[in-house]
C-alpha cells in the first residue's frame, strides 16, 4: 500500500492542478457560470456565523437533499464515503464512522455541539447513542479537532445537528414524517418531527423515530473461509430501536434559551454463524445480543452583548445517563431449543458536559471566541454474575477541565487563524479485589499480572493550531494548516483486562500509557465558483506515542486466542482440554493488547463536480476519492486502515424526478498490522430517485434508493471483526418524505 499510494499521490496531485486547466478549456466555449453555492453556517464552529467555504479546516457538511440521499440506520452508514470516512460496522446495527484511518474514542460524535455520551469507544462491538434520521445538518470536520474538542478529537469531529435549537420558528406549525421499508432484512424506519409555537417568544418541538429489521442478506457465507452451512443470511444481525425527544424554545431580543429531554434505546445482535447443535463442528452454540438505554437533558442558551466588548455568549449543557447489557443466549446441543439468556456485561456512563463560548467584538481586526469547557465521566462496567467473575473494563471516574482561544484576522489576501487549548484531566480506577482473573502471558512469555490497584493519573495536555485561507482568484482558494493536538489515553485503553465477550475479544489496556502527541500539515485547494467545483487535500499526521490494539501472531499468521479467564492453549484451566469441551476450555477470545509507538498518517482527499449538461434536463458528474496509509516509524503496519476508494457519479433531473447512480471502487487492503488478514476489494453501485408529488397541496417525495446493486461479498477492512460479518447484499428502500403546515 505505501508503494502505491507513493506512486499514485503525485499523480493525484497532478490531476488536481491540471483538471481545473482541462476543464475549463472545454467550458470556454460556454457562458462563464459564477453561481456560488447555497452558503450553509457550520454550527460547530465557535466563532460562530461561518460557512464551509470559509473554514481552514477540511470540513464536510451534508444538507438538504444530499442528507436526505444519505439517510441510513447509523451514523457510519450514513457517512460511508465521503472523502477521508468509512464505517466502521459491526453488523447494521453497529456503523461507528472511521476518520482517516482512526475510529472509536479518538473521533467524537456531537449532537447537537456536545458529546454523545455513551461507551461507543469502548468497545468495537457497541453502536453510537444516536438516531441521525432527524438530523437537519451533519458536519464532518477531517484531521485533528482538539483544540476546540478536546482529547478525543485527535481524529475527527461529527457533529449531528437537530432543529430542536433552532432560535427561529416556522411561519406555522408543521408535522414532518420520513418512512422507508426494505425487503432486504424486512427493515422498517419510521421518523416522524413536529413543532408548534405557543406565541412568538415560545415553542415546543418533537421528534420520534424508530427501526425494526430482521436477520439481513448477505452475498454467499457470512464468515470468509466459511464453506459449509447456510447461504446468504447474516445470522443475529436483527435489530430494533426507539427515539424520542421534547424540546421548549423561549426567545426574545436579548438572544434565547432552549432545554429539552431525549431517549434512545436500542436491541440488536452480534452477527456470527449459529449452530446450537454443532452440526458443522465450528459454528457457535449460543449467540450475544445487547440492549441500551441512553437518556439525556440539553440546555441551550444564547445571549447577545452579554459583557462590555462581546457581542455573543453561548452556553451548552448537557446530563446523561447511558445503560447498556450484553447478554449471552444459551441453546440446548440436544436438540437447539432455547436454554436462558444470561447476562454478561454491564455498562452504565454518567456524564456531564458544559462548555462556555464568549465571542468578542474585533480589536484591531482580530475576531475570536474565548471558551471553557468542563466534563465529569463515571463509568462503571461489571459483570453481574459475581464479584470473582472476569471483567473488560475497571469503573472509573474522569473529570476534565479546558480553556480555549481561537482568533481570525482578516486580510488583504484572505484569513489568518490562530488557537490554543490548554486542558486538565485527573482519572481515578477504582479498586478490584478478588477477581478470577489471575493475569494473562505477554508476547514475551512474562506474566502479567491483575493489578488490584491503580494510582491517580493527572495530566495537562496542550494543543495549538495556526492556518491561512489564501483567496489566489475569485474562484479558487488555498488552505494551509499546522496543528500540534496532544490527546490523553481513553478508559479502556488504560483500564481494560478482561474478556469482552460480544466483541469476542480479551483486551489487556495499561494504566502507564503516555500522551499522544499529534503534528498534523493540511494543505488543500478549492474552487467554489463555476461549472467545476472541487476540493483536493492532502495530510500528514506525526503520532509520537501512538496508541493501537494489537493482536498477537500465533506462530501461523492468526491471532492468538484464550480462555475466559485469559489462559492461552495448554495453561491454567485450558490445559489438558479434550477437542470439544466447553467451559474454560474453550479458547474463544482473541487476547489484544493496547500498545505504545510513535507513527504516521498521510495521505490525499478528492471531492468534485463538472456540469455536464445545464438546462431542463442537467447532467452532473461527480468524482471522489480518497487514501489513508497508517504505519508504525520503526517498521510494520497500523491495524485496520481504511484502504483506497474512488467514486464516479451522474444525477440529471427529467420531470420532476431526481436520479443519481454512483459507483465506488474500494481496494484491496494488503499492508496488514501483525495477525491481520488481508482483505479483497470490492465494488459498490447505487441508485437514488426522488419524485416530489406535484398538486398533492402538501411538500410530498416518493424516493427509491438501490444500495450494492451489485451484491458483493464485502468485508470492510477496518472493523474489527470484517471475517465474521460482511456487508449487506442488494437491497431496495421504498419511502415517502412528508410535511403538513409550516409554509
Known amino acids: 500500500?505505501?508503494?502505491?499510494?507513493?506512486?499514485?499521490?503525485?499523480?493525484?496531485?497532478?490531476?488536481?492542478?491540471?483538471?481545473?486547466?482541462?476543464?475549463?478549456?472545454?467550458?470556454?466555449?460556454?457562458?462563464?457560470?459564477?453561481?456560488?453555492?447555497?452558503?450553509?453556517?457550520?454550527?460547530?464552529?465557535?466563532i460562530g456565523g461561518r460557512t464551509a467555504d470559509e473554514l481552514i479546516q477540511p470540513v464536510s457538511v451534508l444538507h438538504g437533499d444530499e442528507l436526505a440521499r444519505r439517510l441510513a440506520g447509523s451514523i457510519g452508514e450514513i457517512l460511508d464515503g465521503l472523502p477521508g470516512v468509512a464505517n466502521a460496522d459491526f453488523g447494521p446495527g453497529v456503523g461507528r464512522p472511521t476518520v482517516r484511518g482512526q475510529q472509536g474514542s479518538r473521533v467524537v460524535v456531537l449532537d447537537d455541539g456536545l458529546p454523545v455520551a455513551d461507551v461507543s469507544g469502548e468497545g468495537v462491538d457497541h453502536a453510537v447513542a444516536i438516531d441521525a434520521r432527524g438530523a437537519e445538518q451533519i458536519e464532518i470536520f477531517r484531521g485533528p479537532?482538539?483544540?476546540?474538542?478536546?482529547?478525543?478529537?485527535?481524529?475527527?469531529?461529527?457533529?449531528?445537528?437537530?432543529?430542536?435549537?433552532?432560535?427561529?420558528?416556522?411561519?406555522?406549525?408543521?408535522?414532518?414524517?420520513?418512512?422507508?421499508?426494505?425487503?432486504?432484512?424486512?427493515?422498517?424506519?419510521?421518523?416522524?418531527?413536529?413543532?408548534?409555537?405557543?406565541?412568538?417568544?415560545?415553542?415546543?418541538?418533537?421528534?420520534?423515530?424508530?427501526r425494526r429489521s430482521n436477520d439481513f442478506s448477505i452475498?454467499?457465507?457470512?464468515?470468509?473461509?466459511?464453506?459449509?452451512?447456510?447461504?446468504?443470511?447474516?445470522?443475529?444481525?436483527?435489530?430494533?430501536?426507539?427515539?424520542?425527544?421534547?424540546?421548549?424554545?423561549?426567545?426574545?431580543?436579548?438572544?434565547?434559551?432552549?432545554?429539552?429531554?431525549?431517549?434512545?434505546?436500542?436491541?440488536?445482535?452480534?452477527?456470527?454463524?449459529?449452530?446450537?447443535?454443532?452440526?458443522?463442528?465450528?459454528?457457535?452454540?449460543?449467540?450475544?445480543?445487547?440492549?441500551?438505554?441512553?437518556?439525556r437533558i440539553d440546555l441551550r442558551a444564547e445571549i447577545l452583548d452579554p459583557l462590555p466588548g462581546f457581542t455573543t455568549l453561548r452556553l451548552k449543557s448537557a446530563w446523561t445517563r447511558f445503560e447498556q447489557q450484553e447478554s449471552e443466549f444459551k441453546f440446548n446441543r440436544a436438540d437447539g431449543s432455547f436454554r436462558e439468556a444470561i447476562v454478561e456485561a454491564e455498562f452504565q456512563n454518567d456524564e456531564f458536559d458544559t462548555r462556555i463560548d464568549l465571542v468578542h467584538a474585533p480589536i484591531a481586526g482580530w475576531q475570536g471566541v474565548l471558551g471553557l469547557q468542563f466534563s465529569d465521566r463515571d463509568f462503571f462496567a461489571d459483570d453481574p454474575r459475581g464479584a470473582d467473575r472476569g471483567f473488560y473494563v475497571r469503573p472509573n471516574r474522569t473529570r476534565t477541565s479546558a480553556l480555549y482561544l481561537v482568533e481570525e484576522l482578516r486580510t488583504g489576501f484572505g484569513r489568518l487563524e490562530f488557537g490554543g487549548r490548554i486542558e486538565r484531566t485527573a482519572s481515578r480506577a477504582d479498586d478490584v479485589i478478588g477477581s478470577r482473573v489471575e493475569g494473562v502471558t505477554q508476547e514475551d512469555g512474562s506474566f502479567l499480572p491483575l493489578p488490584e490497584q491503580l494510582d491517580r493519573r493527572r495530566d495537562t495536555p496542550l494543543s495549538l493550531s495556526a492556518g491561512s485561507i489564501i483567496d489566489l482568484d475569485e474562484a479558487h482558494h488555498l488552505r494551509v494548516a499546522l496543528t500540534r493536538a496532544q490527546r490523553m489515553p481513553s478508559g479502556e485503553q488504560l483500564y481494560a483486562f478482561g474478556r469482552h465477550a460480544a466483541a469476542g475479544t480479551w483486551e489487556v489496556g495499561?494504566?502507564?500509557?503516555?500522551?499522544?502527541?499529534?503534528?498534523?500539515?493540511?494543505?488543500?485547494?478549492?474552487?467554489?465558483?463555476?461549472?467545476?467545483?472541487?476540493?483536493?487535500?492532502?495530510?500528514?499526521?506525526?503520532?509520537?506515542?501512538?496508541?493501537?490494539?494489537?493482536?498477537?501472531?500465533?506462530?501461523?499468521?492468526?491471532?492468538?486466542?484464550?480462555?475466559?479467564?485469559?489462559?492461552?492453549?495448554?495453561?491454567?484451566?485450558?490445559?489438558?482440554?479434550?477437542?470439544?469441551?466447553?467451559?474454560?476450555?474453550?479458547?474463544?477470545?482473541?487476547?489484544?493488547?493496547?500498545?505504545?509507538?510513535?507513527?504516521?498518517?498521510?495521505?490525499?482527499?478528492?471531492?468534485?463536480?463538472?456540469?455536464?449538461?445545464?438546462?431542463?434536463?442537467?447532467?452532473?458528474?461527480?468524482?471522489?476519492?480518497?487514501?489513508?496509509?497508517?504505519?508504525?516509524?520503526?517498521?510494520?503496519?497500523?491495524?485496520?486502515?481504511?484502504?483506497?476508494?474512488?467514486?464516479?457519479?451522474?444525477?440529471?433531473?427529467?420531470?420532476?424526478?431526481?436520479?443519481?447512480?454512483?459507483?465506488?471502487?474500494?481496494?484491496?487492503?494488503?499492508?496488514?498490522?501483525?495477525?491481520?488478514?488481508?482483505?479483497?476489494?470490492?465494488?459498490?453501485?447505487?441508485?437514488?430517485?426522488?419524485?416530489?408529488?406535484?398538486?398533492?397541496?402538501?411538500?410530498?417525495?416518493?424516493?427509491?434508493?438501490?444500495?450494492?446493486?451489485?451484491?458483493?461479498?464485502?468485508?470492510?477492512?477496518?472493523?474489527?471483526?470484517?471475517?465474521?460479518?460482511?456487508?449487506?447484499?442488494?437491497?431496495?428502500?421504498?419511502?415517502?418524505r412528508t410535511q403538513l403546515g409550516g409554509r
Open 1 to 46: 500500500m505505501s508503494r502505491m499510494i507513493t506512486r499514485r499521490l503525485p499523480a493525484v496531485l497532478a490531476a488536481s492542478v491540471l483538471a481545473p486547466i482541462v476543464l475549463q478549456s472545454a467550458q470556454a466555449q460556454q457562458p462563464a457560470d459564477t453561481r456560488v453555492l447555497t452558503e450553509i453556517i457550520v454550527t460547530a464552529d465557535p
Open 145 to 210: 479537532m482538539t483544540l476546540l474538542y478536546g482529547s478525543g478529537a485527535a481524529g475527527g469531529v461529527v457533529n449531528v445537528r437537530s432543529s430542536r435549537f433552532l432560535p427561529d420558528f416556522a411561519p406555522s406549525s408543521f408535522a414532518r414524517l420520513d418512512a422507508s421499508y426494505s425487503p432486504n432484512g424486512d427493515d422498517r424506519q419510521v421518523d416522524l418531527q413536529f413543532e408548534h409555537a405557543l406565541d412568538e417568544a415560545f415553542g415546543l418541538r418533537g421528534a420520534l423515530g424508530l
Open 219 to 295: 452475498k454467499g457465507f457470512q464468515e470468509e473461509d466459511q464453506t459449509e452451512g447456510r447461504r446468504g443470511r447474516l445470522q443475529n444481525s436483527n435489530l430494533s430501536s426507539d427515539t424520542a425527544s421534547l424540546t421548549g424554545m423561549f426567545r426574545q431580543d436579548w438572544g434565547h434559551i432552549g432545554l429539552g429531554a431525549s431517549r434512545w434505546r436500542t436491541d440488536y445482535g452480534i452477527p456470527e454463524v449459529f449452530d446450537p447443535q454443532r452440526l458443522r463442528g465450528d459454528g457457535s452454540d449460543d449467540f450475544e445480543r445487547i440492549t441500551a438505554d441512553y437518556e
Open 510 to 736: 495499561n494504566p502507564e500509557l503516555d500522551r499522544e502527541t499529534y503534528t498534523n500539515f493540511e494543505l488543500g485547494i478549492d474552487r467554489h465558483l463555476g461549472r467545476l467545483r472541487y476540493d483536493f487535500t492532502v495530510f500528514y499526521n506525526r503520532a509520537d506515542d501512538y496508541i493501537f490494539l494489537a493482536s498477537e501472531d500465533d506462530g501461523t499468521g492468526n491471532p492468538v486466542f484464550v480462555n475466559d479467564i485469559g489462559n492461552r492453549a495448554g495453561e491454567g484451566a485450558a490445559a489438558d482440554c479434550a477437542p470439544g469441551a466447553g467451559g474454560l476450555c474453550r479458547l474463544r477470545n482473541q487476547l489484544v493488547t493496547n500498545q505504545q509507538a510513535d507513527a504516521e498518517f498521510y495521505g490525499a482527499e478528492l471531492a468534485g463536480s463538472f456540469q455536464l449538461v445545464e438546462g431542463p434536463v442537467p447532467l452532473t458528474l461527480h468524482v471522489s476519492g480518497d487514501l489513508v496509509r497508517g504505519k508504525l516509524r520503526d517498521g510494520g503496519n497500523l491495524p485496520r486502515i481504511t484502504p483506497a476508494r474512488a467514486g464516479v457519479g451522474l444525477a440529471t433531473r427529467l420531470e420532476g424526478i431526481d436520479m443519481r447512480v454512483d459507483f465506488q471502487r474500494v481496494d484491496r487492503q494488503s499492508r496488514i498490522g501483525e495477525a491481520e488478514s488481508t482483505t479483497d476489494g470490492f465494488n459498490l453501485l447505487s441508485l437514488d430517485l426522488a419524485w416530489q408529488l406535484p398538486g398533492t397541496g402538501t411538500d410530498t417525495t416518493l424516493y427509491l434508493r438501490g444500495r450494492n446493486l451489485l451484491d458483493e461479498d464485502g468485508r470492510r477492512h477496518q472493523s474489527f471483526f470484517k471475517d465474521d460479518a460482511p456487508i449487506i447484499g442488494r437491497a431496495f428502500y421504498l419511502g415517502f
